[in-house]
């Protein structure tokens, strides 16, 4: 039987300790992440109450598409495209759940 693809790319062992050690930066980098994206949730309802106060629409779809083409114009990988894009759909949407929320008339 032929060596399957998957083991012939293994990498070479490496040490439990290395692992834990990638493990807490990524835990690290994830109360980073929650930090920032609650930051970026207050700032959209700074842009939505300034929005209200002006009597705009909270919901602007040209805008949303700009952030997806800046998100797409940033990305240098490894995560997909089409993976960052539905984060940051997800993002958007809980920030428009937000706002609306809060501006309810």
Same mark, same amino acid.
């Given at each position: 039987?032929?060596?399957?693809?998957?083991?012939?790319?293994?990498?070479?062992?490496?040490?439990?300790?290395?692992?834990?050690?990638?493990?807490?930066?990524?835990?690290?980098?994830?109360?980073?992440?929650?930090? @920032?994206? %609650?930051?970026?949730?207050?700032? $959209?309802?700074?842009?939505? =109450? #300034?929005?209200? /106060? &002006?009597?705009?629409?909270?919901?602007?779809?040209?805008?949303?598409?700009?952030? @997806?083409? %800046?998100?797409?114009?940033?990305? $240098?990988?490894?995560?997909? =495209? #089409?993976?960052? /894009? &539905?984060?940051?759909?997800?993002?958007?949407?809980?920030?428009?759940?937000?706002?609306?929320?809060?501006?309810?008339?």
């Amino acid at each position: 039987m032929a060596p399957s693809l998957a083991s012939s790319r293994r990498s070479p062992p490496t040490h439990p300790s290395e692992i834990e050690r990638w493990r807490e930066e990524i835990d690290h980098l994830d109360g980073v992440l929650v930090r @920032l994206l %609650n930051l970026r949730a207050r700032l $959209a309802l700074k842009v939505a =109450g #300034s929005k209200h /106060a &002006a009597g705009l629409p909270l919901h602007v779809p040209a805008r949303e598409r700009d952030v @997806l083409r %800046n998100v797409a114009d940033t990305n $240098a990988g490894p995560l997909d =495209g #089409s993976a960052l /894009a &539905a984060v940051f759909r997800i993002i958007m949407r809980e920030s428009r759940r937000l706002e609306e929320n809060r501006f309810r008339t």
